[in-house]
C-alpha cells in the first residue's frame, strides 16, 4: 500500500485568516497530488493537481489565488486557504499516486475539517 | 466532459442482503477504482479494474468492469453492518486525474 498523511485533521480559524493544510506521501515520492474539496454525503470535488516543482492547475471555478497550492517536494504539497470564509468551511482531502503501475491509483489522506466562524 | 453516473445514491438494507451498485458512463476510462470511506475519513481504495470484461472479488465484494470499459458494478453478498459506508467509483482519465461518481451512501442495518 502507500500511505498519505494530512495535518491538521482539524482545524478552526476566524474569518478573514488563512489556514495551511499539509499532505505528505510518508512511504513513496508522488510528483503529483490532488486536492479535493467534500461537502457533507456528497462525493469528491477536485480542486487543483498539484505538481512537484511547477505551478499547480485548477480546475474550474477554483479560484487560484484563494487557494494557494505549493509542491515544494516529491513529498509535501500544501494548500494554504487565504482570507478564509465560513462558505470555506470543509472537508478537504488530498490524495497522490505512485505513478503508471496500476494505471494511476490514488491514495488518500484522512482529510481535513476546516471550520471558518 | 467525461461524467460518471453511479447509482443508486442512497441504499438502506438489511443484515444479510445482496446489493449491487452501478457506475455507467458514455466515455471510456483506462481503469477504474472503487473506494470505500467512512465519515470523517478519506477514502480507502478497495480495488483497481483495468482489463475490459475483468471481474475482481474481495472476499464478499465482486467488482466488473464492462466490456468496453464505460461502466462497473460492485456486488456485495450478504451485506453486514461493518459494510456501512459510502462507496465511491472513480474512472481514470489516462492522465492520472480520476472522475468521481455521486457516490453510494449504504446503510446495512443489523
Known amino acids: 500500500g502507500a500511505v498519505v498523511s494530512q495535518h491538521p485533521s482539524r482545524v478552526i480559524c476566524k474569518s478573514g485568516t488563512s489556514v495551511k493544510i499539509e499532505c505528505r506521501s510518508l512511504?513513496?515520492?508522488?510528483?503529483?497530488m490532488f486536492w479535493y474539496r467534500q461537502f457533507p454525503k456528497q462525493s469528491l470535488m477536485l480542486m487543483a493537481t498539484?505538481?512537484?516543482?511547477?505551478?499547480?492547475?485548477?480546475e474550474q471555478g477554483v479560484e487560484k489565488d484563494k487557494f494557494l497550492i505549493n509542491h515544494a517536494s516529491l513529498t509535501l504539497s500544501t494548500l494554504t486557504v487565504t482570507s478564509a470564509h465560513p462558505e470555506d468551511s470543509s472537508f478537504y482531502i488530498c490524495?497522490?499516486?505512485?505513478?503508471?503501475?496500476?494505471?494511476?491509483?490514488?491514495?488518500f489522506g484522512p482529510g481535513t475539517r476546516l471550520t471558518v466562524t | 466532459t467525461q461524467l460518471l453516473e453511479q447509482s443508486p445514491q442512497f441504499l438502506s438494507i438489511q443484515e444479510g442482503e445482496n446489493l449491487t451498485v452501478y457506475c455507467n458512463s458514455s466515455?471510456?476510462?483506462?481503469?477504474l477504482q472503487w473506494y470505500r470511506q467512512e465519515p470523517g475519513e478519506g477514502p480507502v481504495l478497495l480495488v483497481t479494474?483495468?482489463?475490459?470484461?475483468e471481474v475482481k472479488k474481495l472476499k464478499r465484494l465482486t467488482f466488473q468492469f464492462g466490456d468496453a470499459r464505460k461502466d462497473s458494478s460492485l456486488h456485495i453478498t450478504a451485506a453486514q453492518p461493518g459494510d456501512t459506508g459510502l462507496y465511491l467509483c472513480?474512472?481514470?482519465?489516462?492522465?492520472?486525474?480520476?472522475?468521481f461518481g455521486q457516490g453510494t451512501e449504504l446503510s446495512v442495518k443489523p
Open positions: 490524495s497522490a499516486h505512485k505513478g503508471r503501475t496500476p494505471d494511476y491509483e490514488q491514495y
Open positions: 512511504d513513496f515520492q508522488a510528483t503529483t
Open positions: 498539484s505538481n512537484e516543482g511547477s505551478k499547480a492547475t485548477y
Open positions: 466515455s471510456v476510462f483506462s481503469s
Open positions: 479494474v483495468v482489463t475490459g470484461g
Open positions: 472513480a474512472g481514470n482519465n489516462q492522465g492520472g486525474k480520476l472522475i
